[in-house]
């Protein structure tokens, strides 16, 4: 038995695939409004086509403004500053912010958008997976106006594998190595290679093995070390019970 520091941690994780059994396939339902615009206008120094069934909240400051789709539980958060030769700095922050979802977002694609008549630029930030934020863009004349937006969907993210990746990003900088093994019996469970693609995105030292045995071994030595188990009790007790076999 390896002299073994070990940690538990219970999680109980949806499964990675879906029910083997056949079933037709399922789409919400949808109800969308009837597209009707208004302008939006005020004292601040922008003004846009707002849509009819929006409920839009302005501060006093004209910096932050609220738009709210009460019929799809969403809100648009949008920012606007004045420019003081700092474009490069807000540029930045606007993309840092965007990339923040980056770790649970499947992809992030970029469309430059280009108004040379109006002298209009910007960026648009689309998010593909499962994310808060579906859309993000920023906009300025490049000399004196920036404006910035975010929409987020008041609802829970339905993912299996985000209480991975909320712990993981908890844990970074903490664990040397992260060793994955596939649960035997559970035909639904992630995968072993699953569960390293999922470490590997949040840059973690990772390695797969076939069973508990093969893993106590890739990180068994004679130096002391904690080992922080992620499982079920039952997967838990299964690794107890191997290590003190060995």
Known sequence: MYKLRIIFFLFFFASCSENNIPKPRAYFKLNLPEKKYESYNSNCN??????TYTTAKLNVDCDINNIYFPQQDAILHVSYFKLKNNLFEHLEESRNLAYKHQIIADGITEQVFVNDSLKVYGVLYDYFGVTATSIQFCLTDSVNHFFRGALYFNTEINDSITPIN??????????KKIVTVKIPGEPNSCTADELKSIA????????????????????????KKIIVVMGSLYW?????????SL
Do not use: H, R, W
Not at 46 to 51: E, I
Not at 166 to 175: A, P, Q, S, V, Y
Not at 236 to 244: A, R
């Open 236 to 244: 838990c007790g299964s690794v107890l019970k191997e290590n003190q």
């Open 46 to 51: 922008y003004t846009f086509m707002l849509p």
């Open 200 to 223: 590997i995105k949040q840059d973690y030292k990772v390695e797969t093995a076939i069973g508990i045995k093969e893993a106590l071994k890739t990180i068994s030595s004679k130096e």
């Open 166 to 175: 909320i712990f993981l990003k908890e844990f970074k900088g903490i664990f």
